[in-house]
């Protein structure tokens, strides 16, 4: 198992940026791969990027390509997020998820059904 705190969420207008960091302690995290998902009220929760355990593939919603970067350094366990261009639609909680990498084939995983660990999640707010 392993645990997750987010951090870095906050008030942002519309056009700005946020960095969002994922903390992972427990099993080992280099051999995790890691997701980023957002849950707006009343809405289910929704993949924004993913990234295998060496870090060399990484994978986008098409809603927040061209804006947002996914990255990890393994050496301190953690992963990011890189918001630019936030749009008032990128109101939500962001939730970090992992998942052991064999268990998936090392693939870059879209559904939250396949994640195992999930943090508490940081709140993005975007005002307009």
């Known amino acids: 198992q392993v645990q997750l705190v987010e951090s870095g969420g906050g008030l942002v207008q519309a056009g700005g940026s946020l960095i969002l960091s994922c903390a992972a302690s427990?099993?080992?995290?280099?051999?995790?791969?890691m997701g980023w998902f957002r849950q707006a009220p009343w809405k289910e929760r929704d993949f924004v990027s993913a990234?295998?355990?060496?870090?060399?593939?990484?994978y986008y919603a098409d809603s927040v390509k061209g804006r947002f970067t996914i990255s990890r350094d393994n050496a301190k366990n953690t992963v990011y997020l890189q918001m630019n261009n936030l749009k008032p639609d990128g109101k939500a909680v962001y939730y970090c998820?992992?998942?052991?990498?064999?268990?998936?084939?090392?693939?870059?995983?879209?559904?939250?059904?396949?994640?195992?660990?999930w943090g508490k999640g940081t709140q993005v707010t975007v005002s307009s």
């Open positions: 998820g992992a998942v052991d990498a064999r268990a998936v084939d090392n693939r870059v995983v879209v559904t939250t059904q396949e994640y195992n660990d």
């Open positions: 427990g099993r080992t995290f280099s051999s995790s791969v």
């Open positions: 990234i295998r355990w060496s870090g060399g593939n990484t």
